[in-house]
C-alpha cells in the first residue's frame, strides 16, 4: 500500500467553524490531490498540488483551500464549514502529473457538518 | 473535456456468476482508462488500467477490462465472482493534460 495517511479520519463540527483536515505521505511523491466523494456523485476534485505551495483549482474548490508548505504534507482547510461539505475526503498522490500516472488513495476522512 | 459514464449503480449477482460492469467514456483526444475499488470504509485500490498496446487488460483478484475504441467503452468483467468481490466500483478517465475524471460508481453484491 502506498505509504499515505489522513487526519482526522473522522470528524463532527458545527455549521461556521474552521476545519483542516492533513494528508501525510511517505512516498516523495510529487503530485497530491483533495478529492470529495458524495453518494450518486463518484469523486470530485477539489485542488490538487503539484509541488511545494504549487497548488491549483479542481472541479468543486468554491469553500476550500489548501496548503503545501512541505512535499510530505497536503492540508486541506473549509474556513468557514456547510452542511453542503458534510463528505468524505480522500487524499491521493501520484509521482507525476503524466496522463497515464496511477493515483494512489489514502484511507478518506468522514467530515460530518452539523 | 472528459466524461465517464457508469451504466449501472448496483449490480447483483449470486456467487460464482460472471459479472460485467460497464463503462463508457467521452474525449476529444487519446485517453488513458483506469478501474479502480472501494471496499465498505476504505480509500480506492487501483483494479488495472490501460495506457496502450493490447484491448484486453488484466487486474489484481481475476478482472479484466477490455478497450473498445470504436464503442469508447471500458467494461469490466470477472468470470466467477466470490462474496469478497461486494465493493464499490469506479471508472476514471484522463486525456492529455485534463484531471482524472471518474464515473460515479457501480455497486457490486455478491449473494451467497
Known amino acids: 500500500d502506498a505509504g499515505i495517511t489522513q487526519s482526522p479520519r473522522h470528524k463532527v463540527t458545527e455549521t461556521g467553524t474552521p476545519v483542516t483536515l492533513r494528508c501525510h505521505q511517505t512516498?516523495?511523491?510529487?503530485?497530491m490531490y483533495w478529492y470529495r466523494q458524495d453518494p450518486g456523485h463518484g469523486l470530485r476534485l477539489i485542488h490538487y498540488s503539484y509541488g511545494v505551495k504549487d497548488t491549483d483549482k479542481g472541479e468543486v474548490s468554491d469553500g476550500y483551500s489548501v496548503s503545501r508548505s512541505k512535499t510530505e504534507d497536503f492540508l486541506l482547510t473549509l474556513e468557514s464549514a456547510t452542511s453542503s461539505q458534510t463528505s468524505v475526503y480522500f487524499c491521493?498522490?501520484?509521482?507525476?502529473?503524466?496522463?497515464?500516472?496511477?493515483?494512489?488513495f489514502g484511507p478518506g476522512t468522514r467530515l460530518t457538518v452539523l | 473535456a472528459q466524461s465517464v459514464t457508469q451504466l449501472d449503480s448496483q449490480v447483483p449477482v449470486f456467487e460464482e456468476a460472471p459479472v460485467e460492469l460497464r463503462c463508457n467514456y467521452s474525449?476529444?483526444?487519446?485517453?488513458?482508462l483506469f478501474w479502480y475499488v472501494q471496499y465498505p470504509n476504505q480509500g480506492l485500490q487501483l483494479l488495472l488500467k490501460?495506457?496502450?498496446?493490447?484491448?484486453l487488460v488484466k487486474g489484481i483478484n481475476g478482472f479484466e477490462a477490455e478497450f473498445n475504441k470504436s464503442q469508447t467503452s471500458f467494461h469490466l468483467r470477472k468470470p466467477s465472482v466470490h462474496i469478497s468481490d461486494t465493493a464499490e466500483y469506479f471508472c476514471?478517465?484522463?486525456?492529455?493534460?485534463?484531471?482524472?475524471?471518474f464515473g460515479k460508481g457501480t455497486k457490486l453484491t455478491v449473494n451467497p
Open positions: 490501460y495506457l496502450s498496446g493490447s484491448t
Open positions: 491521493a498522490i501520484s509521482r507525476s502529473g503524466g496522463a497515464p500516472d496511477t493515483q494512489y
Open positions: 476514471a478517465v484522463r486525456g492529455g493534460s485534463e484531471k482524472l475524471v
Open positions: 512516498e516523495n511523491h510529487r503530485y
Open positions: 474525449s476529444s483526444v487519446s485517453v488513458y
